[in-house]
């Protein structure tokens, strides 16, 4: 049928929603459990609680607010340059970020991991690129339901996000 065919014409469109989504509840425990507990060693030790909370707060506000202003941003550049070569940026740089975020983990650095959730935040952007992408590309009658698989993968992405972050979290991994 031809809503079928749209669907599978949007479905990149969508994934990219399920992947932020997913990228942004997926580091909640996984920083929750490097940043707070103590034994993990990516803190020093002397590193109070409080400290280790607010910390926490920061790393996850400063994603927040990068992706206030990214989204504005990048916004504006998808209707410059098209909403393609936008979502490519917002997608290349969101792979930089947690790329980075990654390394930081491993090699044990703060400043590095702030420097790539602020990069990921700016550009998981693609978000609001992606849904008008979908909106641009719907045709009335299905712009409902299409509206509906938005909503649908942006939600399994806030489930999947977490529960996948707590297998990572896991020290054994």
């Known amino acids: 049928t031809k809503q079928k065919n749209i669907f599978i014409k949007m479905l ?7 992947i932020d989504s997913m990228g942004l509840g997926l580091i ?6 490097l ?6 060693n990516f803190l020093s030790s002397s590193v109070s609680h409080s ?3 607010i910390t926490y707060g920061v790393m996850i506000g400063i994603f927040m607010m990068s992706w206030f202003f990214g989204a504005a941003i990048l916004g ?9 070569k936008a979502l490519i ?10 790329l980075l975020a990654a ?3 491993a090699i044990g650095s703060l400043t590095l991991l702030i420097i790539g959730r602020i990069i990921a935040g700016f550009t998981s952007g693609s978000q609001p690129i992606a849904q008008a992408a979908i909106i641009d590309e719907s045709d009335s009658r299905y712009l409902p339901k299409n509206m509906s698989f938005m909503v649908l993968f942006i939600t399994l992405g806030f489930v999947f996000g977490p529960i996948l972050g707590g297998v990572l979290s ?3 991994i």
Do not use: W
């Not at 990149?12 to 399920?18: Q, S």
């Open 12 to 18: 990149p469109l969508f994934l990219v929603l399920f």
């Open 28 to 33: 909640f425990p996984i920083l929750q459990s």
């Open 35 to 40: 940043i707070l507990d103590s034994s993990t």
């Open 51 to 53: 400290a280790r909370e």
């Open 76 to 84: 504006d550049l998808s209707d410059m340059i098209g909403r393609k």
């Open 89 to 98: 940026i917002c997608l290349i740089g969101t792979c930089v970020g947690y």
């Open 103 to 105: 390394i930081a983990v």
């Open 170 to 172: 896991d020290k054994n």
